[in-house]
């Protein structure tokens, strides 16, 4: 399985990105899709998921201003940025858990990064 995410760049504060993360492959159903980010300097940590079990979750910093979503028919996760700071610079990634393999009955869960896209908000 590959992830090509795409939809960062040059945003001034309080501007909107929308990010995408295609996933390519024998894919069978998906698990859990999420969207991560990794500051300078910082570790990365999530941003918004639809998690395996349970509800929507957002990274507190974010609540009200992205907003995930997906579309299963095209194996694709999308990142609605809005009313971006310049805090929000990162190198965002795509992370899905995925059900793949040569037949069904052959599949297994399977954990894909995407390789990263730069957004940066800066005046």
């Known amino acids: 399985v590959q992830l090509q995410a795409s939809g960062g760049g040059l945003v001034q504060p309080g501007g909107s990105l929308r990010l995408s993360c295609s996933a390519s492959?024998?894919?069978?159903?998906?698990?859990?899709m999420s969207w991560y980010r990794q500051p300078p300097g910082k570790e990365r940590e999530l941003v918004a998921a639809?998690?395996?079990?349970?509800?929507?979750r957002y990274a507190e910093s974010v609540k009200g201003r992205f907003t995930i979503t997906r579309d299963d028919a095209k194996n694709t996760v999308y990142l609605q940025m809005d009313s971006l700071k310049p805090e929000d610079t990162a190198v965002y990634f795509c992370?899905?858990?995925?059900?793949?393999?040569?037949?069904?009955?052959?599949?297994?869960?399977?954990?894909?990064w995407g390789q990263g896209t730069q957004v940066t908000v800066s005046s």
């Open positions: 992370n899905v858990d995925v059900l793949v393999g040569p037949t069904y009955q052959d599949s297994y869960y399977q954990t894909v």
């Open positions: 639809f998690p395996s079990v349970g509800n929507i």
């Open positions: 492959g024998n894919i069978f159903s998906f698990n859990a």
